[in-house]
Structure formats: structure tokens, C-alpha cells
């Protein structure tokens, strides 16, 4: 069983920045392909960033991309979310997820393993 936490989240102004970190316990880090996903209020959860095992390779969705950079250290097992550049919109809370295997998907079913998320608000 793998647990993730995040943390980073918080309040902050339209046009600023937040990095999340999420840190899953065991020594398997690198064997999974990790993501964030957000859910506004309302809202079903959706992708926002995944990541490569070696972290080679990413993947965005359309309205983060350049604003959003995600990266992973698997030397300490944490993988991030950089968020610049920020937007009303951005406003929701963000989760960080894992899946066993070398493929980055979008969909949230694809994942096994989730964090118990970090509310993010930006203001206007």
C-alpha cells in the first residue's frame, strides 16, 4: 500500500506562485508514473499533470500548459507541482496520484494510489 501526502497548498494572488509536494512512503518511488489532478467545487476531478517514471516525460492539460511544470526527485521520493502564473480558475483542491506501470495516462480511474489533497485558492 502506497500513501501519499501533499503539502504546499494555500492562498494566494492572482498572478503568483505555489509549489505542491507530495511524498508517497515505500521504496518503489520510481516504479510509478505519478500525476496531480484538481477538483473545483462542484466539478468532477481533472488531470492536470503527469510525469514519467524517470521523469523524461511529462504531460499537461491545455489550460496549465506554461504556467505549470511538474517534476519528481526520486532520489527523495517526492514529486511536485510548480504553479505560476496563477488564475482564478486555478482555484480547487489538488491531488496527488500513482499508478503502477511505465504508461502516463489522463484518466483519474487509471491511478491506484491517491493523496488526501491540498486546497489551493487564488484570489482575484
Known amino acids: 500500500q502506497v500513501q501519499l501526502v501533499e503539502s504546499g497548498g494555500g492562498l494566494v494572488q492572482a498572478g503568483g506562485s505555489l509549489r505542491l509536494s507530495c511524498a508517497p512512503s515505500g521504496r518503489t518511488f520510481s516504479t510509478y508514473v505519478m500525476a496531480w489532478f484538481r477538483q473545483a467545487p462542484g466539478k468532477v476531478r481533472a488531470f492536470v499533470a503527469t510525469?514519467?517514471?524517470?521523469?523524461?516525460?511529462?504531460s499537461y492539460t491545455d489550460s496549465v500548459q506554461g504556467r505549470f511544470t511538474i517534476s519528481r526527485d526520486n532520489a527523495k521520493n517526492t514529486v511536485y507541482l510548480q504553479m505560476d502564473n496563477m488564475k482564478p480558475e486555478d482555484t480547487a483542491v489538488y491531488y496527488c496520484?500513482?499508478?503502477?506501470?511505465?504508461?502516463?495516462?489522463?484518466?483519474?480511474?487509471?491511478?491506484?494510489?491517491w493523496g488526501q489533497g491540498t486546497q489551493v485558492t487564488v484570489s482575484s
Open positions: 496520484a500513482a499508478r503502477n506501470g511505465n504508461v502516463r495516462l489522463t484518466s483519474a480511474q487509471a491511478y491506484d494510489y
Open positions: 510525469i514519467s517514471r524517470t521523469g523524461a516525460s511529462t
